[in-house]
């Protein structure tokens, strides 16, 4: 999945992998938002839409066909993940005033409510997802200048900081954390070597971190690179054997322009 300005707004398209093929998922005179979720079966996309002025959570086939409105809620909430089991869905939650915080929520399918699983009175908690077994999550929690990747157990009511686990000292920008797909590592993007690269904190099987952050991919190119883009606008996704990401290119091209052959001086 990802969002597109190949369309004016921008819109959701997915592209299967397998086949190559490429849809455009949401419809003319939408505004979807750039998060999106795939439903555990990995045959329907969850996003937000803006256009009607407050947020519509749609559901769409991955293989075409008419969104469908699942969700209306009084409140912004951006689909970020569902769990493996189908039970759960994450959701960012956007503040409705400027003094409050970001902050990650959870429903259900059929549920009419959104109750608030992690938040913070100081930080805006942004891009939660599950662990493979749907038995954790990570998150991040980031103030004026920082930004901190975490892991929590995943269960029924609001997660207190007490049972967060930092899996980095916190002293560079880690964003955009993601379980692998055997649980036992979290991928994340960096600035800690001075550009922004993918990193990796390998786990215990209780959850522990064990060793320190390696690299994973360097993006250290001027022209193609992570952070040649907007960190808001950036998305990693881990696949089966796969690791999904962008860099935005800068490039330009030279020309030489031939001057034009002097004009000859008329004769009297």
Same mark, same amino acid.
């Given at each position: 999945?990802? $969002?597109?300005?190949?369309?004016?707004? /921008?819109?959701?398209?997915?592209?299967? =992998?397998?086949?190559?093929?490429?849809?455009?998922?949401?419809?003319?005179?939408?505004?979807?938002?750039?998060?999106?979720?795939?439903?555990?079966?990995? %045959?329907?996309?969850?996003?937000?839409? +803006?256009?009607?002025?407050?947020?519509?959570?749609?559901?769409?086939?991955? %293989?075409?066909?008419?969104? !469908?409105? $699942?969700?209306?809620?009084?409140?912004?909430?951006?689909?970020?993940?569902?769990?493996?089991?189908?039970? @759960?869905?994450? =959701?960012?939650?956007?503040?409705? #005033?400027?003094?409050?915080?970001? %902050?990650?929520?959870?429903?259900?399918?059929?549920?009419?409510?959104?109750?608030?699983?992690?938040?913070?009175?100081?930080?805006?908690?942004? &891009?939660?997802?599950?662990?493979?077994? /749907?038995?954790?999550?990570?998150?991040?929690?980031?103030?004026? *200048?920082? %930004? &901190?990747?975490?892991?929590?157990?995943?269960?029924?009511? *609001? $997660?207190?900081?007490?049972?967060?686990?930092?899996?980095?000292?916190?002293?560079?920008?880690?964003?955009?954390?993601?379980?692998?797909?055997?649980?036992?590592?979290?991928?994340?993007?960096?600035?800690?070597?001075?550009?922004?690269?993918?990193?990796?904190?390998?786990?215990?099987?209780? +959850?522990?971190?064990?060793?320190?952050?390696?690299?994973?991919?360097?993006?250290?190119?001027?022209? +193609?690179?992570?952070?040649?883009?907007?960190? @808001?606008? &950036?998305?990693? #996704?881990?696949?089966?054997?796969?690791?999904?990401?962008? !860099?935005?290119?800068?490039?330009?091209?030279?020309?030489?322009?031939?001057?034009?052959?002097?004009?000859?001086? /008329?004769?009297?």
């Amino acid at each position: 999945l990802f $969002i597109s300005s190949k369309s004016n707004p /921008a819109q959701l398209y997915g592209k299967d =992998l397998v086949t190559g093929r490429e849809r455009r998922l949401s419809q003319n005179g939408t505004e979807p938002k750039v998060s999106a979720a795939f439903d555990p079966s990995g %045959s329907r996309a969850l996003y937000l839409d +803006m256009s009607e002025g407050k947020g519509f959570l749609y559901s769409v086939p991955f %293989s075409g066909g008419v969104p !469908q409105r $699942i969700a209306p809620y009084n409140e912004r909430a951006t689909p970020l993940d569902w769990a493996s089991n189908g039970h @759960s869905l994450l =959701l960012l939650r956007v503040p409705l #005033s400027t003094s409050a915080h970001f %902050s990650v929520a959870v429903t259900g399918p059929g549920a009419k409510q959104v109750r608030t699983l992690v938040s913070d009175s100081s930080r805006d908690i942004f &891009q939660a997802h599950f662990s493979p077994n /749907a038995r954790w999550i990570t998150f991040t929690a980031m103030g004026n *200048a920082s %930004s &901190q990747v975490f892991i929590a157990p995943f269960h029924d009511g *609001a $997660i207190p900081a007490s049972e967060w686990r930092p899996i980095a000292a916190g002293t560079a920008w880690d964003d955009k954390p993601r379980f692998s797909r055997d649980g036992l590592t979290v991928l994340f993007t960096s600035d800690r070597d001075g550009f922004r690269c993918i990193w990796g904190q390998r786990l215990t099987p209780d +959850m522990q971190p064990v060793g320190g952050p390696f690299a994973v991919f360097h993006s250290h190119g001027p022209g +193609m690179s992570i952070r040649n883009s907007p960190v @808001s606008d &950036q998305e990693i #996704s881990v696949g089966k054997g796969l690791l999904a990401f962008d !860099q935005t290119e800068f490039k330009g091209n030279l020309w030489v322009l031939d001057p034009p052959p002097p004009q000859s001086s /008329a004769h009297q």
